[in-house]
């Protein structure tokens, strides 16, 4: 009788442990609790730079969102391009932005580059690009 009663209990408990979780899933999956990471401009044409320059450039963004926006990753499209993401979160209506270093040497010519950020936003993945004319350095 006993074990009867202990088997019993656990179906209970697993019942609803699991409808516990459905209802944590829900509201979490709601999309006015998320960061929402906004770029000013995430398409941007750099101009011109001569080949073995390093181009600098930041991309402003602020978390328009109603949680803490916490960037994990930033990712290039090419070795060329290295992003600098901010370790720290940003609260709710403040801005930040994405530094992204550009590496000209033996790229001469049309470039466009393409950033992949991570972040706890919902999609994850929000995409920057830049667009550079390579020239040839001047012989003399």
Known sequence: M???FVVGLLCWGLLFSCNTGKQQTATTDDPTKFPILKFDQPEVDLG???????????FAFKNT?????VIQ???????????VIPLKPIAPGD?????????SKNKVGANTKTVTVVANT?????????????LEPATH
């Open 2 to 4: 006993k074990s009867k």
């Open 48 to 58: 011109k730079v001569t080949e073995g320059d390093t181009l600098l450039h930041r």
């Open 65 to 69: 969102g109603n949680a803490p926006l």
């Open 73 to 83: 990753s930033a990712s290039a499209s090419c070795g060329c391009t290295v992003p």
């Open 95 to 103: 801005t930040s932005s994405l530094l992204v270093k550009f590496n």
């Open 122 to 134: 919902k999609p994850e993945t929000t995409t920057v690009a830049f667009r550079v004319e390579v």
